[in-house]
């Protein structure tokens, strides 16, 4: 007989998640985080524990609840979108710019302390399931829910061109109301800013300038006239590299010489 005790073949596995025993966790669990989310959103933090929250967000995951949390995440921020979409748009002309600028600083901050929230859900189930991470997103929902609204969509051109005009006829604007919108539309999709600013921007220049070289081919002589041009062209190249795309900048140069060659056609 060996004086060696036998080697046994018996070992215990640890768990690799804990069993789930409530059938109503998920739904009861996903209540009480969409309230929070909900709060996020609206900016009221009073009573909320991000501990509470980001364990019951991490469990969910962890459990395999990814598509539950996901679905309801892009449904909250839809409906939450929509209500700041039908606030902007009751916004007066002279407040539209400053309210949509405001309303998406509040959305841009609200997005990282939600991706946060639900870190395990978005390095897990939004990966292996190749869904849009959290804070693309909430760009994708702002976009199509708020700069793609009807009304938004039509009165957000209109609103940058009336504030560029009237600094054109010499009035003291907030510079940073179109500087922020530009920001905002390039940083959701290029596009938006080349299709829905920029092409109306240059064809509604190219009517503003032909206009006033011909008032000024009535009334002014040619030194005049080219003093009037050059300084055109000095504030259109301010202008643009203060809150217009780099790319617009020879554009909008290129209308105001060819407008300003009207001169030699007296």
Known sequence: MSDHPRKSNFSIEPFKNPVIVDPGYADKTWKMLEHGIRNILNNNYDGLSFEVLHRNAYNMALHGFGEKLYSGLVTTLTRHLEEVSASIEAARDDQFLEELNRRWLEHDKVLTVIRDLLALMDTTYVSESHKTPVLRLGLDLWRDNVIHS?????????????????????????????????????YLEPSLYEKDFEKPFLD???IFYAGESQVLIECCDCREYLKMVERRLREEKERASHYLDDRTEPKILSIVEEEGTGWKQR
């Open 204 to 206: 509604d220049s190219a």
């Open 150 to 186: 009807k009304e938004i969509q039509a009165r957000l051109p209109d609103a940058l061109l009336r504030i560029i005009q009237r600094e054109r006829m010499g009035e003291v604007i907030i510079r940073d109301s179109v500087k922020n919108t530009k920001m905002l539309m390039t």
